[in-house]
């Protein structure tokens, strides 16, 4: 998951979780039971796995209307974080069983009452459904391994704590899978702890994430505010592009998303 597994962070420089290989890679259909896939248009290429991303990714504007790129703005699309054994997040190479990912990185500017608020969007294209549900356990495996986690040298979160919810469960109408890991966050740069929030979805073989790091004058409830139009205008482009026929009806929040992001 972004960062890939856990929350990471998100961020280019390799804050965003991300998973390890998962099973064999196959070429079968990705199964769902939220949307009517067309298999006809599943990406079935690295080139169109990487074209659908940069469509599903957020602009700045649907975080805020004050929000901007950060630098580096996207990752490196050949590689992904992964948590080591030392609780470190640290970049590799893409597993066989990813066509495609990227992170894009974004900051809501300083105010005389608040800090920088740090966010990020992940998407990642695995080549099955069983490969991407794969990665949203590793979130949970690496959570209990590493409650707290080293983003960088000067970055850490901590007391993590993550609440998934399948299909149907706790509301969950909309994705096979979701996914909140919370905790706090610290750096040099803001200090801390702060709060930190990272939410998951999968909807078959994808799996999106979005992530804030707090600062001062931030709460928790403020970094859900923020990531919640966003990671709804995420899932309905995402619809929109694998849906058969049309898209799903969205909800009124999906809308104010999509109206404010343009795909890329």
């Not at 991303?53 to 209307?65: C, E, G």
């Amino acid at each position: 998951m972004l960062v890939g597994c856990t929350s990471g962070g998100g961020e280019p420089s390799g804050s965003a979780p991300a998973r390890k290989a998962g099973a064999a890679a196959t070429a079968d259909p990705s199964p769902t039971e939220v949307v009517d896939i067309d298999p006809a248009r599943l990406p079935g290429t690295k080139a169109r796995a990487a074209a659908l991303i940069r469509d599903v990714l957020p602009d700045p504007s649907a975080f805020d209307p004050g929000a901007v790129r950060r630098t580096p703005y996207e990752s490196d699309p050949r590689r992904w974080p992964v948590l080591g054994d030392d609780c470190v997040w640290h970049q590799q190479a893409l597993p066989k069983d990813v066509l495609a990912t990227l992170t894009r990185s974004y900051e809501i500017p300083a105010s005389a009452a608040r800090g920088p608020l740090r966010l990020s969007a992940v998407v990642t294209v695995h080549r099955s459904a069983e490969q991407a549900d794969w990665e949203n356990a590793e979130v949970l495996e690496e959570m209990m391994r590493c409650p707290s986690q080293q983003l960088r040298s000067d970055e850490v979160i901590t007391s993590l704590n993550d609440v998934p919810n399948s299909l149907g469960d706790s509301g969950n109408e909309y994705a096979d899978d979701v996914l909140n890991e919370l905790g706090t966050y610290t750096s040099a740069e803001v200090g801390g702890p702060h709060p930190y929030l990272w939410e998951q979805t999968r909807i078959g073989q994808f799996t999106l994430a979005v992530s804030a790091k707090g600062a001062k004058g931030w709460s928790q409830a403020d970094l859900f505010d923020r990531l919640r139009d966003p990671h709804v205008g995420m899932r309905a482009r995402l619809r929109a592009a694998i849906e058969r026929n049309t898209p799903a009806t969205a909800s009124p929040s999906a809308s104010r998303s999509t109206g404010t992001t343009g795909a890329r």
